[in-house]
């Protein structure tokens, strides 16, 4: 049942943009305020990630790696929620299964940390005791050495590597977060002085009695903005996620406005009451093509949002 086992993971991971779009929610999950992130070959000879996370306890590690092991589920309400960006418990698990992963962690108070090593699910040895700095980081290794043919499809590591980038929405291949105190300042770290140079402050909000809580705050390049290419960069409660009718009518509306050229970029960030979110996560699911409700949005996993009246649970 290890190729069972191992096509399932192909699923999960099916590209190197997939593993690293799963440990940097995971490092987010953890509650990190500065992320590293080195790739080799486009990711498939290495993928590795540094946070500054509250870390991974001892007596968790021999289980991190087994599917469906998650911290983060407590109770159904939980699962209601997308406050935490990982739910699944399934993707580090996966990433064993086709790759060899190092986990080197240590938690808050402890003298030293602990690396182990993980093949099929499980711990390769015991974790060994060893010097860490707050955090954890995590190396991916040798993605898909023993899925032959995809790994062949996927060694255009050029193509990948710019997949990651778009992703980070970055351009090094030391990719460097920076948390800073404010949206602009992190936008302007992330994608440029030119950028930040020419954005419209969006507010809105709606705290009426009768209708949920819903706030939004973004940024949308002016006139003056002119890039090569479209950017939109859509969070819901904090979670990237993909928004294909949205992201339509904004086109829409710049097309009418802005000389043809002109690509914007929009930056906006929208928090509801978790409860008011229906979740629908499956990690293979890509974008769906044409959507037929504006009530639906897609992540590379699925995100289904459906407007619920309050107390209708
Ligand atoms: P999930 O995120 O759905 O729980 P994962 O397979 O992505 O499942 O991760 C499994 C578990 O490993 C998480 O629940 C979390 O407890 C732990 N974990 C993974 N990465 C980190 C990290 N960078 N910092 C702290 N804990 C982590
Ligand atoms: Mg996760």
């Known amino acids: 049942d290890s190729v069972v086992n191992r096509i399932a993971a192909g699923e999960v991971i099916q590209r190197p943009v997939s593993a690293v779009k799963e440990l940097i929610e995971n490092s987010l999950d953890a509650a990190s305020t500065s992320i590293n992130l080195l790739l ?35 109770s159904f309400e939980d699962l209601m929620s997308i406050k935490s960006m990982g739910f699944r418990g ?12 190092t986990v080197t962690t240590i938690t808050k108070g402890q003298l030293h940390g602990y690396r182990v090593s993980y093949r099929d699910g499980a711990m390769e040895h015991e974790p060994r005791a060893c010097a860490a700095v707050k955090g ?56 440029g002085v030119s950028v930040a140079r020419n954005l419209i402050k969006l507010e809105a909000s709606d705290n009426g009695p009768s209708s949920s809580v819903f706030e ?3 940024f949308m390049s002016n006139a003056n903005y002119a890039a090569k290419k479209i950017t939109m960069v859509l969070f819901i409660n904090d979670r990237l996620v993909e928004w294909s009718a949205l992201k339509r009518a904004i086109e829409i509306v710049y097309a009418t406005t802005l000389p043809k050229a002109s690509k914007p970029f929009v930056y906006i960030s929208i ?43």
């Open 90 to 101: 399934e993707a580090l698990a996966s990433m064993t299964y086709v790759s060899h992963v």
């Open 271 to 313: 928090v509801l009451p978790p409860e008011n979110i229906d979740v629908n996560v499956h990690p293979t699911k890509r974008e769906t093509g044409r959507q037929s409700s504006s009530s639906q949005i897609n992540t590379s996993k699925e995100v289904i949002l459906s407007p619920k009246t309050p107390g209708s649970r």
């Open 40 to 74: 080799k070959d486009g990711g498939l000879k290495l993928i590795q990630i540094s946070d500054d996370g509250h870390g991974i306890r001892y007596e968790d590690l021999p289980i991190l790696c087994e599917r469906h092991t998650t911290s983060k589920l407590s």
């Open 136 to 191: 954890t980081q995590i190396m991916v290794e040798n993605l898909f050495y023993n899925m032959t043919a995809r790994k062949k499809t996927l060694q255009n590591s050029a193509d990948d590597y710019s997949k990651i980038v778009d992703l980070h929405g970055a351009t090094r291949a030391d990719v460097h977060t920076v948390v800073t105190s404010s949206r602009l300042d992190a936008i302007r770290s992330v994608y």
């Open 216 to 218: 939004m705050h973004g």
